[in-house]
T-cell receptor
Framework: AQKVTQAQTEISVVEKEDVTLDCVYETRDTTYYLFWYKQPPSGELVFLIRRNSFDEQNEISGRYSWNFQKSTSSFNFTITASQVVDSAVYFCALSEVYAGNMLTFGGGTRLMVKP | GAGVSQTPSNKVTEKGKYVELRCDPI?????LYWYRQSLGQGPEFLIY????????DSGLPNDRFFAVRPEGSVSTLKIQRTERGDSAVYLCASSPPGEPYEQYFGPGTRLTVT
């Protein structure tokens, strides 16, 4: 069965610091997708990124970057020069193509960015 | 365009009562998902529709929970004989047809069973 682990339950940083959110996953499928979602205090989940299991190329989008390593089953998320608006709960999730594409979420990491 | 909408935003009910939660997906999205999020946890899958049929309901906790999507658009999650343990935020998401695209989530319905 699939599983996603986010070992860091809470991280606190000062504005402008870089921060990395860890995500480790388990799956028996060879074809799967990994996602990151942001849940700000308002509560609505906001999609950030999707990667498929065949594409290990790292990705950068502005201050956000993602490091996907199949060898360690990890899909880590780095925010560079963090801002107060980055404060939120971040969820990593996995979907298996042959299991209906429902998302299996990790427990989330609460990021607090202090001014 | 309009996102996923859910009504009501908040629902308070007494133990033992019946409740219905509604989800209106993004137009054209064929897949619809229900998740439940308890305080301090990640969302947990409940049921998935592809069109009108429930493609996978393995996440429903017991037979008090039921969901329908009769016309392949709006979906209703129904909970009978509510229990205090059902208190949570119920999230709905939809995604377009094709490969596993990202799921777009609604704001959720916060259910409180007293």
């Amino acid at each position: 069965a699939q599983k996603v682990t986010q070992a860091q339950t809470e991280i606190s940083v000062v504005e402008k610091e870089d921060v990395t959110l860890d995500c480790v996953y388990e799956t028996r499928d060879t074809t799967y997708y990994l996602f990151w979602y942001k849940q700000p205090p308002s509560g609505e989940l906001v999609f950030l990124i999707r990667r498929n299991s065949f594409d290990e190329q790292n990705e950068i989008s502005g201050r956000y970057s993602w490091n996907f390593q199949k060898s360690t089953s990890s899909f880590n998320f780095t925010i560079t020069a963090s801002q107060v608006v980055d404060s939120a709960v971040y969820f990593c999730a996995l979907s298996e193509v042959y299991a209906g594409n429902m998302l299996t979420f990790g427990g989330g990491t609460r990021l607090m960015v202090k001014p | 365009g309009a996102g996923v909408s859910q009504t009501p935003s908040n629902k308070v009910t007494e133990k033992g009562k019946y409740v219905e939660l509604r989800c209106d997906p993004i137009s054209g999205h064929t897949a619809l998902y229900w998740y439940r999020q308890s305080l301090g946890q990640g969302p947990e899958f409940l049921i998935y529709f592809q069109g009108t049929g429930a493609a996978d309901d393995s996440g429903l906790p017991n037979d008090r929970f039921f969901a329908v999507r009769p016309e392949g658009s709006v979906s209703t999650l129904k909970i009978q004989r509510t229990e205090r343990g059902d208190s949570a935020v119920y999230l709905c998401a939809s995604s377009p047809p094709g490969e596993p695209y990202e799921q777009y989530f609604g704001p959720g319905t916060r259910l409180t069973v007293t």
